[in-house]
C-alpha cells in the first residue's frame, strides 16, 4: 500500500488527537479514589498477554492497543496524580502545565546529551530550569552551581553526589600524600578514580577506608555506596540522640573526620528524613560541618529530595522553623533533589547540583568519543545573543549517568514558568498546612498517638506525619483498614520496634480543609469501629 508522506501525517496527528481526547475521558471516568478497586484490578491483571495464547504477539494495531490500556490499564492504577489524599511514600502530583509539557517532549523527543547551541536549543533551556532551580531553593550565586544536571531521581542524584564526592576526597588525600613525601620534587600526576581505579586510586592516595557520615540516610544512599563500591558497611549513622536519631551528631562527625588520615570522609546530610520528615541539622549546623568538611579534606553532600523545597516557603512566621532546619544547606558541596516529588512534575526528574564542575565532568565524561565531542564550555559573551546565562554549559552526557537523555528539564521550565516564586510558594505551603492540620488532629486524639515526639511544636511538620493507633489491634489493621477506604493512602512503616501509618502530603490538588475533613472522617470512624468492636470483646478484622 503507498502513502504519501502527508497522508502518513495526517493518520498520525488524527490518531494523536483521538488518543488525546480518550486519554482525558478515561482520566475523568477514573475518578479520584486512590486506589482501583480490587476486581478492576483482577481484571486488569487477568487481561495481559500471556506466552501460549493464540494471540500472544500478534499485533492487535495502533487503536486496539489504545483501547486495552485505556479501558482496561488505566482503571488498574492507582490514583497518586488524581487525589490530593494519596498520602503514600513521597509521590508528588503531576501539575497541568506540567503534563501540557511533558507530552512536547514526548512530541519532539529531543536527546538532550551533547549541547549543541547552534542546533537546538534544548541544552540551554536546561541549563535555564536549573538556574531557576538554584534561584527557587536561594542557593545564592548561579555561577557557584557550574556543575548541574537532572537525572532520573534523587536515587541517581546520589550516586552522583557519592560519586564526586569519592573522586575529591580521594584526590586531596592524594595531593597530602604527595605533598608530604617530598616538598622539593614537583608534584607527582593525580592517580584519580576515573582514570586508575578505586583501587589503584586509593592506594596512591594512602587512603585505606571511605565512610559516609550521616544520619537516617535514605536508602537509596546506601544503595548509592553499593554502587560505587563503597560498601554498605561505609554508611555510618551518627544519630544526635535516641530521641532525635534523624539529628546528626556533630561531636561524632569530628571525631570520625579526625580518627584516621587513611581514613576519607563523604558527610552526607539528611534533609529531611523520609520517615519522620524531620531534619538532620539546623541553622547553626551547616556552617560548623563545611568548616570540618574544609579542615579534614571531606565532601560535604545534601540529599534534599523533598525536604529542601522547604526554603522555597512563603518567608512567614508560619514556616520560620521549616526555614531554620534548611538554613545552610547552600553550604553543601552537592545537592540531591527531585522534580517529581514537591515540584509537582511527572517522573522521573531528579536533580542534581555540584559546586565543583571539574570533578563532576572527571567523574562522567565519555572518553575518546570524538562523535559526542562539543567545544570546552566558554562563558557566554555579553554581547552575544546565545544563552542568557554566564554559568558555562556543559554536554549533559559528561555531568550524569545517562548519554541518550529525555528532555526531562522541560516540564519543571514550564511549571517554574507558569507557577513563579509565589505559584510554588504558594503549593508547598498548602501541603505543609495539611500535614499540619493531620498532626494536630492525630497529637489530640485520645484514639491515636502522633511520634516520633508528641510533644514537638506543631512547626516542626514540614509534609510528613507519623503515628499510630493507640488501640493495638487496630493498629496491626491500620494501614489497609484506611487504604481499603480508597479515599486516602498511607504508607506503612515501622518506629521504635512498632507499626506505624506514616502521610505524606506532597500534591498540588491538596485542598487543605475538604481534604483534612475527608482524613479526619476516615481515622476518626475506623477508630470508633475498633472501640466498639474492644467494647464487645472482638478483634478487628483486617477488612
Ligand atoms: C525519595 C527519596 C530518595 C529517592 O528518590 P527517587 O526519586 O525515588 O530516586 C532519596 N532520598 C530521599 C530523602 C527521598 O525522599
Known amino acids: 500500500m503507498a502513502t504519501s508522506d502527508s497522508s502518513v501525517d495526517a493518520d498520525a496527528d488524527a490518531f494523536l488527537a483521538q488518543a488525546h481526547q480518550r486519554l482525558r475521558q478515561a482520566v475523568a471516568a477514573r475518578g479520584d479514589s486512590t486506589e482501583p478497586a480490587p476486581a478492576v484490578l ?68 529531543q536527546n538532550l546529551g551533547v549541547h549543541l547551541p547552534a ?10 530550569a536549573l538556574g531557576m532551580l538554584v534561584a527557587l531553593l536561594d542557593l545564592g550565586d548561579d555561577a557557584a552551581w557550574p556543575g548541574r544536571t537532572f537525572t532520573t531521581g534523587a536515587t541517581a542524584s546520589n550516586i552522583l553526589g557519592l560519586a564526586c564526592g569519592r573522586e575529591a576526597v580521594i584526590a586531596a588525600r592524594f595531593k597530602s600524600a604527595a605533598a608530604a613525601a617530598s616538598s622539593t620534587m614537583p608534584a607527582p600526576a593525580p592517580v584519580t578514580v576515573a582514570e586508575a581505579g578505586l583501587l589503584a586510586a586509593c592506594q596512591a592516595a594512602g587512603v585505606r577506608e571511605i565512610q559516609v557520615l550521616t544520619s537516617m540516610a535514605h536508602s537509596s544512599l546506601v544503595k548509592a555506596a553499593s554502587v560505587l563500591g563503597l560498601g554498605h558497611a561505609a554508611v555510618k549513622e551518627l544519630p544526635a540522640s535516641a530521641d ?19 581514613v576519607a570522609s563523604i558527610i552526607a546530610v539528611s534533609a529531611g528524613e523520609v520517615n519522620t520528615g524531620r531534619f538532620a ?34 518567608q512567614t512566621d508560619e514556616f520560620l522553623s521549616l526555614r531554620a532546619n534548611t538554613a545552610g544547606l547552600e553550604l553543601a ?14 517522573y522521573d526528574a531528579g536533580i542534581f547540583l555540584c559546586r565543583d564542575a571539574a570533578i563532576q565532568t572527571q567523574v562522567f565524561s565519555n572518553p575518546n568519543a570524538a562523535y559526542l565531542a562539543t567545544p570546552p564550555p566558554a562563558p557566554t559573551n555579553k554581547t552575544a545573543t546565545t544563552t542568557p546565562t554566564t554559568t558555562p554549559i556543559h554536554s549533559p552526557l559528561n555531568m550524569g549517568l545517562e548519554n541518550s537523555r529525555r528532555f526531562r528539564a522541560l516540564p519543571v521550565y514550564a511549571t517554574l514558568l507558569s507557577a513563579g516564586r509565589a505559584g510554588t510558594a504558594e503549593m508547598l505551603a498548602r501541603m505543609v498546612r495539611l500535614a499540619r492540620a493531620v498532626a494536630g488532629f492525630v497529637r489530640d486524639s485520645p484514639d491515636y498517638e502522633w511520634l516520633p515526639d508528641p510533644n514537638a511544636p506543631l512547626e516542626s511538620t514540614h509534609i510528613i506525619v507519623l503515628f499510630r493507633a493507640r488501640n493495638a489491634a487496630l493498629n496491626e489493621v491500620l494501614v489497609d483498614r484506611v487504604n481499603a477506604t480508597r479515599a486516602l493512602f498511607v504508607s506503612g512503616t515501622s518506629w521504635a520496634g512498632r507499626k506505624a501509618a506514616r502521610i505524606a502530603v506532597s500534591s498540588w490538588r491538596v485542598d487543605v480543609d475538604a481534604d483534612f475533613a475527608v482524613i479526619k472522617r476516615v481515622l476518626t470512624t475506623l477508630a470508633a469501629e475498633a472501640n466498639a468492636a474492644a467494647a464487645v470483646g472482638e478483634a478487628v478484622s483486617a477488612s
Not at 74 to 81: C, E, F, I, S, Y
Not at 119 to 128: C, F, I, L, R, Y
Not at 244 to 262: F, G, Q
Not at 296 to 313: K, S, T
Open 281 to 314: 541539622t539546623n541553622a547553626l549546623d551547616m556552617p560548623k560541618l563545611r568548616s570540618l568538611a574544609n579542615r579534614y579534606g571531606a565532601w560535604l553532600h545534601v540529599d534534599g529530595a523533598f525536604g529542601i523545597f522547604a526554603r522555597a516557603l512563603p
Open 333 to 346: 558541596d552537592s545537592i540531591t533533589a527531585d522534580g517529581h516529588k514537591l515540584l509537582n512534575v511527572p
Open 119 to 128: 542546533h537546538s536549543a534544548g541544552t540551554a533551556v536546561e541549563h535555564a
Open 42 to 109: 483482577a481484571r486488569a491483571l487477568s487481561a495481559l498477554p500471556r506466552a501460549g495464547q493464540p494471540e500472544f504477539l500478534e499485533g492487535r494495531g495502533p487503536k486496539a492497543a489504545l483501547s486495552h490500556i485505556l479501558d482496561t490499564i488505566v482503571p488498574a492504577l492507582n490514583g497518586q496524580a488524581l487525589s490530593g489524599r494519596y498520602l503514600g511514600f513521597v509521590t508528588g502530583g503531576i501539575l497541568p502545565v506540567a503534563e501540557a509539557a511533558d507530552n512536547i517532549v514526548s512530541a519532539l523527543d
Open 244 to 262: 532525635e536519631p534523624w539529628r546528626l551528631d556533630l561531636d561524632a562527625v569530628e571525631r570520625e573526620l579526625a580518627r584516621d588520615p587513611a
